[in-house]
Structure formats: C-alpha cells, structure tokens
C-alpha cells in the first residue's frame, strides 16, 4: 500500500517554492522555477481559483506570467501587489482581474468555425486538465494581468546573491527583506525609499518578521542567532533553551519565526520560533517549537515537534493554529496555544517543503473552508502544491456537560439506596 497523501490541489510544469492565498479575491498565487541555469525549466508565477464544489476543492489555473530567468524563492502580498524574492531582487508585480473579453467571430459555413473553436477548447491546459468544458469555463473566467512596478536591489552578495524572505508589515506602510548577505533592508511602501539597512547576522538570514505596531523586527540567521531589533538597534538576543541545560549552545539553530495574535485577547501577542538540529546525526534528534511573549520576549513554552528537520513554519491569521513542514515532505499542523499536534501526514510530499499558507480569515475564504475548522495548503520542489484540512472538532456545551454530570451523581444515589436501604 502507497503512502497516504494529502489532495493535490494543483500540479506546476517547474518545483515551487512560495504559496499566498489573497484575501479579498481568494486567489491562489504560487510562484518558483529552474533559475537562472540552462535545464529549459521555466520560471513563472501562476494564480489559481479555488472552489468547494460539493465539498470537494479544486482549483483552476487562471493565469501563468513567465519572470524570465528569475525563479520567486519567497513572496508578500499586500492587497494587489505581490512582493517577489528573485537572486538579487525584490521584485514588486501588480496584479488585476478584467473581465472576460466576449470577441463575436464570422460565422463559418458547415458549421466550421464552431469545430474549429471546439478543437481549440478541447487541448489539454497547463494544469492538466483537458476537455471542452473546463477549456471553456476559462475562457469565460476573468482575465488576470499581472505589471511591473518597481524593483530594489535586497542583496549585495558577490558571488550568488539571493533574497531570502520578503515581508509587508501589518499596515503595509513597510517592506522588509533578508538576503544571503545577512542585511536587513527596510522600505516604505509605495514609494520604494529606504527607511533603513543593517547588519542583523554573521551569515545569511532564515527568516524574519515584524510586529502588529511595527516596533520590533525579529530575525533569523544562520549563525544559531535569533534576534529582536527596535529600528537598527539590537533590544534583545533570544535563548530558547536557557532552562534546558541537556542542550549545549551550538547543538541547535534556529529556522523560523513569526508573529501571531491571540484570539480573543487583543492586547496579548505571541512569536513562535522552530529550532532545528545544527549537525544531522544517524539517529536525529528532535526538533523543537518555542513559544514567546511577544511584548516582552521571555519562552513561555518550548515542545518537540518531531524528529523530521522543520523546513518552514506558518501561522493562521487568527493565531490559534500552526503549520510545519519538514525537510522529508511531510506536513503537520499543531494547536498554537498548547503546542500540540493536530494534524500530520508523513512525507505526503515528495521531497523538501518550501511553504505553507492558511486560507485567511476573510468572506472569500470562509466560503471556502467547508465543513473544516482550518484548511493549509503545502508547496514543494516536487511542484505540488496540496491541501490540507482538519474538520471540525465535535465539541458539547458546558451546560449539556453539567447536565450528564448532574445525571450520574443522582443515578449513583439510587443505586447506593437500592443496595444499602438507608444509606440517606
């Protein structure tokens, strides 16, 4: 028997390497490539409708834009506007939809011009997906157009340089980017200025975020450092294991971290970070998630997570929920407040997972979560992008809880004075 999988969504003519889901339109758009190296593997960025029907997803290619030479290695959005990690670059593509144009065509005798359409909708799609009504529903679908409108050099490497993450803040005034050469560059948006740069590592960055307010950056390097920075200045290097004492300094690094709010508690804020094996050994280690304050920056929390090494980390949009992937192609997602494990497949892809992405927390995408109380999607270099859905947990009222309750305690009187008259 084959190994369980998780629903492949979509399948790319070239390994992916980012996922994003736009709020308002519930848009997929998924991007990566060969690079810049003669394999006649292309690079492109593709955007995606998905639809529930009949409690089944699937999704449509809409439009494929080619980025020449450049492969997207990591990706932001900020409503229209897509910010692209590409060698040296962060690329800035807008993007829109227009409808559909209804061209009217000669009429042809015998009926030829029909056929001749009826072939031209019967060819097989870059999705794989072939037939006259499918050919057909895209035709009549939006069409996407995607722009230019603006580049910044993000990485000054002198032998291959390379934008590692990409970052809007939350009230997308703010571009932040990481490279190979272990700057941290930050912009305005729009206008594309620089606000600041510095040196936040030794060696190149993992990855980084920046908080609600916009007064902290937290980063991610190689050099087994993760730290918090106010603007250009360092307010606090993190240490995850400082109460484990069974772990040296140099035994792990970090490999990721993000902010996440708390449902229902507006004024408290969290930072997960994944820490990573520094050296792989026959019999691995595990590997291991931390939970922060995020105001104050003190562990509140720290799990394994598994032996498999974590090759990204995700966060739902309302906090309660995390994403991971491994290394090895597997996907689990675990509950953020507890650390615990919810969801797991064991290399459901075939290799290295390079994204993740929650459907957000928005009208479009509630329509499309079904009967599921969180839905992911995975991308990887075997060029799958999958879904992963967890339905929904039955749950009781308390009031129904008491109530059982109420009922077994009356249930063991009378059993008590059936068994011994005059127990009460």
Known sequence: MGKRRAPELYRAPFPLYTVRIEPRTGLI??????GASKTGIKNGMHFLSLELVGGVHSATLLHTHETDTRATMCMSLAGDVIAAGQDANCTLMRFSQQAAKQAKKPAAKDG?????AARKRGRKGQNGDGGGDVAQMKEDSPQLVVEDVGAVQADLSPQDPCVKCVRFSGDLKLLLSGGADGYVRVWEFPSLKEKFSFRAHKDELEDIDISPDNKHIVTVGRDFECSVWSGDQLAVGLCWHENMPQITEKMYRYKSCRFAKVEDKKDTLRLYTVQIPHKRDRKPPPCYITKWDGWAFLPLLTKPC??????????????????LGTVTGSVAVYIAFSLQKLYYIQETHGIVVTDLTFLP??????????NNEVVMLSVAVDSRCQMHAVSNRRSFPLWL????????????????????????
């Open 306 to 323: 598994g032996n498999e090494v974590i090759s990204c980390l995700a966060a739902s949009d309302s906090g309660t929920f995390l994403g």
């Open 401 to 424: 809880v008491l109530f059982f309750c109420g009922l077994m305690v009356v249930g063991v009187i009378l059993l008590l004075q059936s068994l011994f008259p005059g127990f009460i």
């Open 112 to 116: 030829a011009g029909d056929k001749g």
């Open 29 to 34: 758009i998924t991007a990566g490539g060969g």
């Open 361 to 370: 927390d928005a009208p479009k995408s509630k329509a499309l979560k079904g």
